[in-house]
């Protein structure tokens, strides 16, 4: 089972299947953004700047724990119904430095999502496959195997030139992936 990750669309599988993110913190923003601003005119240490941090720390809290329980439901999903999981091996904290897609990169959890599925295949003894960064998994087609010179991250949809293929583009890397084993 070939999965890719991503940011319109969570985790798309190879059987085609698309697992949808929470989004915890992009629902929660404005209310944090809010809670911050009452709070700018508080005096620090008073009773009052003490309860608004407390609401303020209750809603980072809930942001969390929205946020490990659709990964620990994907992840166990996974690890528990497929005998071998192939992803890729994501530079995190080199696409956290894009300050366009940090905040949604966070939000999904990539690498607390890797990490989960290291010890659940382990536990559920199924094999997990890390495939390098480099593999060129979204620029090769899946239908032929032909390599592409470029793919902006706005196209969405994966054009052949050699065999005339059209594919999304998540699903189409979660297919290479899964290759990658067979």
């Given at each position: 089972?070939?999965?890719?990750?991503?940011?319109?669309?969570?985790?798309?599988?190879?059987?085609?299947?698309?697992?949808?993110?929470?989004?915890?913190?992009?629902?929660?923003a404005a209310k944090l953004s809010r809670m911050q601003w009452?709070?700018?005119?508080?005096?620090?240490?008073?009773?009052?700047?003490?309860?608004?941090?407390?609401?303020?720390?209750?809603?980072?809290?809930?942001?969390?724990?929205?946020?490990?329980?659709?990964?620990?439901?994907?992840?166990?999903?996974?690890?528990?119904?497929?005998?071998?999981?192939?992803?890729?091996?994501?530079?995190?904290?080199?696409?956290?430095?894009?300050?366009?897609?940090?905040?949604?990169?966070?939000?999904?959890?990539?690498?607390e999502f890797r990490r989960q599925l290291t010890y659940k295949?382990?536990?559920?003894?199924?094999?997990?496959?890390?495939?390098?960064?480099?593999?060129?998994?979204?620029?090769?087609?899946?239908?032929?195997?032909?390599?592409?010179?470029?793919?902006?991250?706005?196209?969405?949809?994966?054009?052949?030139?050699?065999?005339?293929?059209?594919?999304?583009?998540?699903?189409?890397?979660?297919?290479?992936?899964?290759?990658?084993?067979?």
């Amino acid at each position: 089972m070939g999965v890719d990750l991503g940011i319109t669309a969570w985790a798309t599988l190879s059987n085609g299947e698309v697992i949808a993110g929470a989004k915890s913190y992009k629902k929660y923003a404005a209310k944090l953004s809010r809670m911050q601003w009452l709070n700018r005119h508080k005096i620090i240490g008073s009773n009052n700047w003490k309860k608004a941090q407390l609401r303020y720390s209750r809603l980072h809290r809930k942001i969390a724990n929205i946020r490990f329980d659709t990964l620990h439901q994907a992840t166990t999903l996974l690890a528990k119904n497929h005998g071998v999981i192939v992803i890729e091996d994501l530079n995190v904290s080199g696409m956290m430095a894009n300050h366009k897609l940090a905040a949604s990169i966070a939000d999904m959890g990539f690498f607390e999502f890797r990490r989960q599925l290291t010890y659940k295949c382990q536990l559920y003894g199924s094999k997990l496959v890390v495939v390098d960064r480099w593999f060129p998994s979204s620029k090769t087609c899946s239908n032929c195997g032909t390599k592409k010179d470029a793919l902006s991250l706005g196209e969405r949809l994966f054009n052949c030139e050699h065999c005339g293929f059209v594919i999304d583009r998540d699903l189409n890397a979660a297919i290479n992936l899964s290759k990658t084993v067979s």
